[in-house]
């Protein structure tokens, strides 16, 4: 198992509400990323960070914000939920380009 | 633009026979190929990976994978499937530090 973690695992909250997905590895990578996977099951990039202090948006728009002040630590925030914002998040993590991603567990978030 | 694609949304075989998961990408340069697999609320496990050398890669769990460049495929194959292999599996390349998925191919293996 990798170690990299994601919490909470399940999270069921009503419009409006503001929410941070938390993410944190322990392997000291530089690079972490967000995906967002709808039921359809396709991955979409959200969010990619190339270490602290550096975020950019992925092919896949989203009203969510990230924030890397700490090597290992890269939350989601969405400032306010709505239903269309229902979908799994799985955060991931890798040293470099050409070596496999590490995946957290993902989040599931359901919308209300 | 990069993209990669998985042609069957689902792949059925009987345990013990062989198995076979197709990807076709589309990417610039040289790509580099891999393979992950998704158990039922889980995240991705890495499989295997094609960087260069080898076109045949051996992955974990038995699985492999052959790059064939003229035909721009990776497929991902067993010689012989397991009734637990029965999960959902991806396809991804990356040339530029990101991974683009295939879109998931689900592999069920009845005993």
């Known amino acids: 198992e990798a170690d990299i973690y994601q919490t909470p695992r399940y999270l069921v909250i009503g419009t409006g509400k503001k929410i941070t997905l938390e993410c944190s590895q322990t392997?000291?990578?530089?690079?972490m990323y967000w995906y967002q996977q709808d039921p359809g099951m396709e991955l979409h990039l959200i969010h990619y960070?190339?270490?602290?202090?550096?975020?950019e948006k992925g092919d896949l728009s989203s009203e969510s914000t990230v924030s890397r002040i700490r090597t290992e630590h890269f939350p989601l925030t969405l400032e306010s939920a709505r239903p269309s914002h229902t979908s799994q998040y799985l955060c991931?993590?890798?040293?470099?380009?050409?070596?496999?991603?590490?995946f957290g567990p993902g989040t599931r978030l359901t919308v209300l | 633009a990069q993209s990669v694609a998985q042609p069957e949304d689902q792949v059925n075989v009987a345990e013990g026979n062989p198995l076979t998961v197709k990807c076709t990408y589309s990417?610039?340069?040289?790509?580099?190929l891999f393979w992950y697999v998704q158990y039922p609320n889980r995240g991705l496990q890495f499989l295997l990976k094609?960087?260069?050398?080898?076109?045949l890669v051996k992955g974990s769990y038995g699985f492999e994978a052959e790059f064939n460049k003229s035909q721009t495929s990776f497929h991902l194959k067993k010689p012989s499937a397991l009734v637990s292999d029965s999960a959902l599996y991806f396809c991804?390349?990356?040339?530029?530090?990101?991974?683009?998925f295939g879109q998931g191919t689900t592999l069920q293996v009845k005993p």
């Open positions: 094609y960087i260069t050398g080898d076109n």
């Open positions: 990417v610039s340069g040289n790509p580099y």
């Open positions: 960070s190339y270490g602290v202090n550096s975020t």
């Open positions: 392997m000291g990578h530089d690079k």
């Open positions: 991804a390349s990356s040339n530029t530090g990101k991974l683009i």
């Open positions: 991931a993590s890798t040293w470099t380009s050409g070596n496999e991603q590490f």
